[in-house]
T-cell receptor
């Protein structure tokens, strides 16, 4: 139990579908992150939220849309994804943005 | 952007052996983190280092923050089968203002332990 829960654990979707990934942290942290993990590549930071405000969008395509309704919850809304978007999407949280990050177990996303 | 060179990329060792892996960077960090990722799970934080020269242990794991602030190593002593997994280093420059949340990750070291 990491304190960061991601759902669903696995998701298969077509390129025209709309789906959302959910992350919930039970650690009382104030910062939350989305990462993409692809085979043979370092983890790629996608979005950062601090106190529910987005502080970074690392040139992520608009087909990925984050939402942070409160400091415990983070969503990643997906729309018209491409096959190259298939990857493990990891959520992380930290007490503040410059503190060590704690990760969830990820959502394995497959785009058909 | 910044890149971390993590080595070795993979290693096979006999149970009971000691393991050493390292990360080097072309630029400095003021925080080094080591994570382990098991199949089907997210990275788990093992050790955090905050000061150049710092040597920190967590059970059989020992990590050091290089004096130059551009490198770090992780040692595992007396390896056991459950040490199998992928180990990632990550560097962070926590006093850089707007970019202080940015973790730069290595590509990982895949460890296999032969019983």
């Amino acid at each position: 139990e990491t304190g960061v829960t991601q759902t669903p654990r696995h998701l298969v979707m077509g390129m025209t579908n709309k789906k959302s990934l959910k992350c919930e942290q039970h650690l009382g942290h104030n910062a939350m992150y989305w990462y993409k993990q692809s085979a043979k590549k370092p983890l790629e930071l996608m979005f950062v939220y601090s106190l529910e405000e987005r502080v970074e969008n690392n040139s992520v395509p608009s087909r990925f849309s984050p939402e942070c309704p409160n400091s415990s919850h983070l969503f990643l809304h997906l729309h018209t994804l491409q096959p190259e978007d298939s990857a493990l999407y990891l959520c992380a949280s930290s007490d503040r943005v410059n503190q060590p990050q704690h990760f969830g177990d990820g959502t394995r996303l497959s785009i058909l | 952007g910044q890149q971390l060179n993590q080595s070795p990329q993979s290693m096979f060792i006999q149970e009971g052996e000691d393991v050493s892996m390292n990360c080097t960077s072309s630029s400095i960090f003021n925080t080094w983190l080591w994570y382990k990722q098991d199949p089907g799970e997210g990275p788990v934080l093992l050790i955090a280092l905050y000061k150049a020269g710092e040597l920190t242990s967590n059970g059989r794991l020992t990590a050091q923050f290089g004096i130059t602030r551009k490198d770090s190593f992780l040692n595992i002593s007396a390896s056991i089968p459950s040490d199998v997994g992928i180990y990632f280093c990550a560097g962070q420059l926590t006093d850089s203002g707007a970019g202080s949340y940015q973790l730069t990750f290595g590509k990982g070291t895949k460890l296999s332990v032969i019983p």
